[in-house]
């Protein structure tokens, strides 16, 4: 026990330390690989499924199910791969300069961490630490694109503390309180020359003749909450409906601008200065899942789940500044976006489980307001894991998935008049591993 107790405590380290980084890999920037288990059947049967402890963040009441305290440690690797093909104008029709950004993509760990604690009676305590929502993309300095975006780094991180009570062998419910910490980092390069053309410098300064860095940073801490419910209409059957809130965050952050002769005139005049504030609203989205699980045999067990994400929170991004820089605004628009998945457990081996699974996500994004901060678009996901039990107190799994974006188009306008045109090519490979500890 001591032995156990240790390397638990050692992978919760673990997790906190690596939350730091996340990529999305669901629609929009939402993150579904808290489970490797789920992932291995690609989301499918996650609010509903026996013996995944992720239930914590997925759904509490189906932590109901479980008789043992359990502790659960999941990591994904996601790799990432996205490339720009296509060019642009600035406002005065001369095509932009630069490259094709490179690959914008990334490598990241997405980590989850995962406690059930059943009291008897039938209540039962759970915790979770995950990311359920993040995204990274960046592009070479200089790009033709630079005016739109460089660097885009959100990330989330989900402590979640949820209670389940079972009324009946057919019925128990959970709910959830979640605690969720939002940082952001954006950056893009500004068309000083652009602007100072605009104000009557023309032809002193040009588009494109005097480019400057910009960078946002900022984040904030606020509360939510979930709830779910677990039906089972026989012993071999778990329906489980899981609501998640939207999470309103308040972000106070700073502008960092600068260096070019552009800023340093407009600087002067008392707009992009170096270091002042800049605060934004954003709300991480309502979630709405339902998940079947049905066991068709003592070794067969078919799942699927519907999800519903309400990305309609999300119409645009208004960055206020501290001193006479314009608001920056950015349109997206989006519209609430539905996941389709159905997986499979074969138990072939009384100490081994195969899982497999398909699903389908709609882009909340438009082909009219798609920028290259997140060049989204509807997803195909096929997944395939391996579980392996070698005793009653210790459970091991791995996964591997693939995503196929559908290919997304940009024909985006940043807010100095330049217009970017073209489209990408996707795609992503998930690696992933668990274990879990009864005690």
């Known amino acids: 026990m001591r032995k156990s107790n240790m390397t638990v405590s ?17 629609s929009g920037f939402q993150i579904r690989e808290d489970s490797i288990q789920a992932t291995s059947r690609a989301a499918a049967g996650a609010g509903s499924d026996w013996g995944d402890a992720a239930v914590v963040a997925n759904n509490p009441a189906a932590m109901s199910l479980f008789d043992k305290t359990t502790v659960q440690t999941d ?9 720009f093909a296509g060019g642009g104008n600035d406002f005065l029709g001369h095509p932009l300069t630069g490259g ?67 009324f009946s062998d057919m019925f128990s419910v959970g709910v959830g309180l979640i605690y969720q910490r939002f940082d952001a980092e954006l950056t893009s390069t500004i ?41 089972r209409p026989t012993a071999n059957t778990n329906i489980g409906l899981n609501y998640r809130s939207k999470i309103n965050h308040n972000i106070n952050g700073t502008a960092y601008f600068g260096p070019s002769a552009a800023q340093g005139f407009l600087s002067a005049a008392g707009a992009f200065t170096n270091g002042t504030s800049a605060v934004t609203r954003v709300a991480t989205p309502s979630v709405l899942n339902l998940s079947i699980s049905q066991k068709v045999s003592d070794t067969f067990t078919i799942s699927g789940s519907i999800e519903r994400t309400n990305w309609n929170s999300l119409k645009n991004l208004v960055v206020a500044f ?7 605004v950015e ?103 668990s274990a879990a500890f009864h005690f």
């Open 75 to 83: 990591l994904t690797v996601i790799d990432l791969k996205g490339t």
């Open 331 to 433: 349109t997206f628009d989006w519209k609430a976006s539905t996941m389709f998945a159905i997986g499979f457990d074969w138990q072939f081996d009384p100490h081994w489980t195969l899982r497999a699974g398909y699903s389908h996500d709609q882009t909340p994004t438009n082909n009219t307001w798609r920028d290259p901060r997140l060049p989204d678009n509807n997803r195909n996901l096929y997944a395939i894991g391996l579980g392996w039990q070698p005793n009653d107190n210790v459970s091991w799994n791995i996964g591997f998935s693939h995503v196929a974006i559908n290919t997304p188009t940009v024909n985006d306008m940043s807010a100095t008049g330049s217009t970017l045109l073209g489209k990408y090519s996707a795609n992503a490979n998930l690696f992933g591993v």
């Open 191 to 231: 068309d000083g020359g652009a602007i100072l053309a605009a104000k009557g410098m023309f032809p002193v300064f040009q588009p494109q003749s005097s480019d400057f860095f910009g960078r946002i940073k900022g984040n904030d801490s606020s509360w939510g909450w979930d709830v779910g419910l677990l039906f």
């Open 322 to 328: 501290g001193d006479a820089t314009p608001n920056s």
């Open 100 to 166: 094709n950004g490179g690959d914008a993509g990334d490598t990241a760990p997405v980590p989850a961490f995962h406690a059930i604690l059943p009291f008897g009676n039938g209540f039962t305590l759970g915790a979770s630490l995950t990311a359920p929502f993040g995204l990274k993309t960046q592009y070479e300095p200089g790009w033709v694109g630079r005016y739109q975006a460089l660097k885009s780094d959100v990330k989330t991180v989900d402590f979640t503390l949820a209670g389940a009570y079972k």
């Open 10 to 26: 050692t992978l919760a380290i673990a997790v906190v330390a690596a939350l730091a980084c996340s990529q999305a890999m669901a």
